[in-house]
């Protein structure tokens, strides 16, 4: 196989379906997002961050998408839609369970607070998140999100989420932000693949 560019420029479709590392961002320092551009190469790109740490305890993660490259990341009220289911386990084996959802948020929300603790910033405390975006480039239909976020929660309980969300206008979607719902982010390991086209 031969690329033009040593990320994502594919000469052959027998590695189509393969991931291709497009960026990757480690954070060790408060930042108060990541953010990521996407170029209009392929299918579906897949997120994948590995050790976040929050400034503020008990904070939900949030995406927001762009539409014109990274300039800015769409925030204002009514620019997307979403749904999240929370399970959380305590030494005791004792379970909770908590959902939320918005037909009408400045967000995609990828944890929950809304019925328990959400990201901690305590000694072992964080999150790990994986998210899979569909439709970015079409313009037939919005660009979705769905995944999943384990870690420990501001209890120090294990905690998983699943997601699913969208932006609600239609259109190309060129960038993708993660940020915490109120402080910063202080560490972390996020990259950003390429997915088949």
Known sequence: MRVDHPNYVLRTSRYANRRILLARTDISVGVASVSFALPATFESYELVASGILVQTDDVELHVRFSTDAGATYLSAAGSYEYYGAHVYF???FSAGFSSQGSASATQIAISNTDAGPGVGNGTGEGSNVRIIMANANS????????GDASGTDASARISYSSFTGRL???GRV??????????????GKFSLYGVGR
């Open 174 to 187: 060129n960038g993708l932000q993660i940020l915490a719902s109120s402080g910063n982010l202080t560490g």
């Open 168 to 170: 609600l206008a239609l």
């Open 139 to 146: 313009d037939a239909m919005s660009g979705f999100i769905h």
């Open 90 to 92: 305590d030494v005791t």
